[in-house]
């Protein structure tokens, strides 16, 4: 576990494949933390084993998803609340997938670590 999360700040996306898992997690400074994680057979009859995969979103890529994402305050500025913007990513995106896809399209940047932890 990264010391640099938010544990109360983390919510489960509801899709996905059988054995797969995604969550997202705010990070202390402002940025998120998608973790995926695939404990089926398929990863094991490619791969040899387990998968997990981290996308590490900084600030100003967590701010512009909050542009995205989260409707408009009376004032007309995005609801900027950590909370507000995981509901809004959980209630949009069903797995890690879409979550990145969506990512690409937007252009928001994110670095990449994937582990086979077996």
């Given at each position: 576990?990264?010391?640099?999360?938010?544990?109360?700040?983390?919510?489960?996306?509801?899709?996905?494949?059988?054995?797969?898992?995604?969550?997202?997690?705010?990070?202390?400074?402002?940025?998120?933390?998608?973790?995926?994680?695939?404990?089926?057979?398929?990863?094991?009859?490619?791969?040899?084993?387990?998968?997990?995969?981290?996308?590490?979103?900084g600030?100003?890529?967590?701010?512009?998803?909050?542009?995205?994402?989260?409707?408009?305050?009376?004032?007309?500025?995005?609801?900027?609340?950590?909370?507000?913007?995981?509901?809004?990513?959980?209630?949009?995106?069903?797995?890690?997938?879409?979550?990145?896809?969506?990512?690409?399209e937007?252009?928001?940047?994110?670095?990449?670590?994937?582990?086979?932890?077996?």
């Amino acid at each position: 576990m990264m010391a640099d999360r938010d544990e109360a700040a983390r919510v489960r996306l509801a899709g996905g494949l059988e054995r797969t898992a995604t969550t997202v997690a705010a990070r202390v400074g402002g940025g998120l933390e998608v973790e995926f994680y695939d404990l089926g057979d398929t990863a094991r009859a490619l791969l040899g084993s387990d998968v997990s995969i981290r996308l590490t979103i900084g600030p100003a890529g967590a701010r512009r998803m909050r542009a995205l994402l989260c409707p408009a305050n009376p004032d007309g500025e995005p609801d900027g609340t950590t909370a507000r913007l995981l509901a809004s990513i959980a209630g949009r995106f069903g797995d890690y997938f879409e979550l990145r896809d969506w990512l690409d399209e937007s252009r928001i940047p994110y670095s990449k670590a994937a582990e086979s932890p077996a």
